[in-house]
């Protein structure tokens, strides 16, 4: 069995500054790990993901993460947060023996507030 | 893009009347689900095709159906909604041409409203 657990359900930073969003996982398997965004009335776009490579993944907008399986975790974090940066996030992890597609489980979403 | 995409974005329907939400990708990916998101919560996993291989989760309620009638295309049909079913509907595809875990895309959703 595999799930997520997201640490903090709102995080507020300052513009400029850093931010961190932490997820902490369980899984039998290897597992596989994303980071998606969502903004408002939108769906969900990727962020990154962690598939068994480099343990340090870079994603888009300036995101990255570090696979820390010691720890069990998979934080996300950006140098310098931006007012666009404002939405909820959301770790999952995927069981790979899920057949040929890809059974996923949601954490229940970090909302980000970045104050002017 | 290739993309996936939702039509209506957002869909008003009365209580008990049926309603269907549709679903198209251009990825030619083999996978395709629906999910449903209710306010602050985390997407929830309603069902899934493998290419024509219907997988419904134990927990869907029989008031929702789906079909798949081709690749590209695939609509979620609400038969008698109650005013509990008022969500975000998201869909989503993965491709499935190699066993290294693939993102799912998603599209923008449809937000179902229930008078």
């Known amino acids: 069995a595999q799930s997520v657990t997201q640490l903090d359900s709102h995080v507020s930073v300052s513009e400029g500054t850093p931010v961190l969003l932490r997820c902490n996982y369980s899984?039998?398997?290897?597992?596989?790990l994303f980071w998606y965004v969502q903004h408002p009335n939108k769906g969900l776009q990727l962020l990154l993901k962690y598939t068994s490579a480099a343990t340090l993944v870079k994603g888009i907008n300036g995101f990255e993460a570090e696979f820390k399986k010691s720890e069990t975790s998979f934080h996300l974090t950006k140098p310098s947060a931006h007012m666009s940066d404002a939405a909820e996030y959301f770790c999952v992890v995927s069981d790979p023996n899920s057949g040929g597609y890809q059974k996923v489980t949601f954490g229940t979403g970090t909302k980000l507030q970045v104050i002017p | 893009d290739a993309m996936v995409i939702q039509n209506p974005r957002y869909q008003v329907t009365q209580f008990g009347k049926p309603v269907t939400l549709s679903c198209s990708q251009t990825l030619n990916h083999n996978v395709m689900y629906w999910y449903q998101q209710k306010s602050s919560q985390a997407p929830k996993l309603l069902f899934h095709?493998?290419?024509?291989?219907?997988?419904n989760e134990a927990d869907t309620p029989d008031n929702f159906q789906s079909r798949r009638p081709n690749t590209s295309f695939c609509f979620l049909d609400i038969r008698s909604p109650g005013l509990g079913d008022a969500a975000m509907y998201l869909c989503?595809?993965?491709?499935?041409?190699?066993?290294?875990?693939?993102?799912?895309?998603f599209g923008d959703g449809t937000r179902l409203s229930i008078l």
């Open positions: 989503a595809t993965s491709g499935v041409r190699d066993m290294t875990a693939q993102p799912q895309h």
């Open positions: 095709y493998y290419d024509k291989d219907f997988n």
């Open positions: 899984s039998s398997y290897s597992p596989s």
